[in-house]
């Protein structure tokens, strides 16, 4: 085929990585002023202000989210839009998508920014945003998907480099994550149930949280350390064969890694087995990535004394290589019954995201600001004072974390006379033995932050009066610009090397799963295809790296073969825990459904974002079971929409709190912790006692509990009320009688009902299933 | 005290069937990776670094 080469000049369109940039500093600032005020609230608790909006439970979920979509989630779309039009040698595809991308994205995060002080939540850690936003979120991202491909369908250079992977698996996994884990049927414009309940939601919820981390935080900070280390080191990646099996090894891997969130809890075991063995397996590609990184700076260390750019770069892969070495240790099971609902976990995710994170965008934006504006960077010595500032302040703040911990993990399972009595048992000494902890934790916070307003102040100085440019380059375009010609769908799927591989996986699979003659067929049909492929290679003489390389250089194929690899690990543990049947998986106790009432007291509970600080879900741990009581059963949350498992526990856990305090106690606890439990840090909640229950929606929400599998029987409008007054009347009643007075339709009263059928559960006996399995 | 019931045989396996899967995937990549030409190796390691040649200020 004749080609005609055409020198073109193209200018990038930097102007949006400007955009990008600007917002990840200022979302960043908020995010870490939320962050320092939720740290300083465990310290002193009055600086809850008695303001629901201004509480710690509402607060969290805010910090947390900004945290993530909206400082890395705009660093990341800087650095992905000013490395991909470069990588590409190619303008993005459309400036309109750019910019409906741009300002769609700053929307949600006001949105959210509004909503979650305002109490509107669905109770799921990083995914609290309400359903209209979860929506604007999956349009948003597949303008970013379709201007991102577009671009790649018309670039210029043939070959897609190891970041263009990073950035693909982000795209098309984080859409797969967002979908599955938000899908929920509403029950009014600001309020939904999801669609899984109990351990299912849990599995979903933590394939998303976990994954969330992997493919949000870490894949495309991977694919920006892939091109802007290289760049400022001023020398190519150390080994990119290395970086080939980085990619595919962590792609394939991290998406198992969920379970080890769940680990001890009512999750069946073969889950939590498969969590643990592939976080372990992690560790591998994890530090393969670090290495690569850091050795990609070989021979320019010395630089390091004097760039600050160099500086960030070689702490944030450090961090990162720190991180994923201490995200395994704490997925082996005896490590976790320690580390799990403690700040070991706080600190943890802490050195990824101010270390990992954080560093690696104060690097970029330290790089790019001289190249985005035309000027040098305003003060060297400032950022180099900001990398000083921050690293103690991280180091700070994780060492807190850790030290405060293990203390509580030590605490809370710690036992005498031959482990059967708590030595600790009250839960309020493990928060009064750290709180000394909580203000070495905030002050490492204010020192991440007052870096960051330097790096604000730096940026602001180099970027003012200077003339904002964009960067251009002269390519010769060709016809055809693909060398090793389009593959398409079918070009990438039906060719020796891909039908190959899918037989061998499914004749070992078949092999392992079936028994008897069928497995001894399989076994057969592997070895038959082993022989084949090798004769194949030696009397075709078949180059299939020809394949391969084809497949660098055609993004649609890529791309789909990466979405395979992420939708194995994400069906093979949440199909089968999907279909299992309730009946059977119950575990000798089914939950009673709420009643009315205490469904709504439910949804104020998740609106004060309560799980933030409390768990309901007793492990199969000593300690646990000591203090809480019988470990937890599947069955006793399989109507929980969500569930409220909870990942840390400031409080004692609330699985079995039904009962266990009469009304009075609820009552003074919850307008004042500190008459009941001196020392607590839990903010008080004046206004559930002047706010009405809401319980015009009940019928509604009750309706779409019954279109989830809950056993509602058909109520009326009417009964539905009658139901709710008489169990107010009831629980005001009793309130009066112990000396507390409140109107029967306040909040307060409605959270008490919840509370006190918190742990309620029949005892079934389950029916004989046809195969069971004693484990542990 | 703290027996538990309810796994299947069946779902057993499933952590060893995502074991084997991994292996032979990264297996097969590493077999791919190591016989990658030399000269595309040069290429695509470059890439980063090429853009500052060409690339211009305005």
Known sequence: MTTTATKTLIEFDDHTVRQFMIASIFWAIVAMLVGVLVATQLAWFQLNFNLPWLTFGRLRPLHTNAAIFAFVGNMMFAGIYYSTQRLVKARTASDVLSKIHFWGWQAIIVAAAITLPLGFSRGKEYAELIWPINIAVAVIWVVFAINFFWTLAKRNEPSLYVAIWFYIATIITVAMLYIVNHLSIPTSFTHSYPVFGGVQDALVQWWYGHNAVAFFLTTPILGIMYYFLPKAADRPVYSYRLSIVHFWSLVFVYIWAGPHHLLNTSLPVWLQSLGMLFSLMLWAPSWGGMLNGLLTLRGAWHKLRTDPVLKFFAAGVTFYGMATFEGPLMAIRAVNALSHYSDWTIGHVHSGTLGWNGFMAAGMFYWLAPRLWDRRLHSTSLANMHFWLGLVGILLYVASMWVSGVTQGLMLSATKEAGTVLAYPNFIDAVTSTKALMHIRALGGVMYLAGFFMLAWNIWKTARGARAVNGTIEVFVEQPTHVAGPMGLRGGFINPPVIYSLLIILFTTGWAALTGFASGMCLTALIATFLGMSAHIEFSGATWGQWYERLLENSLPFSVLTAVAVFIGGIVQIVPTVIINKAESIEGRRQIPYTPLELAGRDIYIREGCYNCHSQQIRTLVGDVLRYGDYSKMGESIYDHPFQWGSKRTGPDLAREGGKYPNVWHFHHMRDPRQISVGSTMPNYPWLFTQPTESDLLPHKLAVQRRLGVPYPEMTKEEIARDVATQEGVIAADLKTAGADVEPDREIVALIAYMQKLGKADKITPPEPAKTTAAQ | ?58
């Open chain 2, 1 to 58: 005290m703290f027996q538990r019931i309810l796994v299947e045989d069946w779902q057993r396996t499933l952590t060893m069937i995502s074991f084997a899967i991994f292996g032979i995937v990264f297996l097969l990549m590493l077999v791919r990776v190591l016989r990658l030409p030399r000269e595309q190796v040069r290429h695509l390691e470059n890439l980063p670094l090429q853009n500052d040649h060409d690339e211009k200020s305005r």
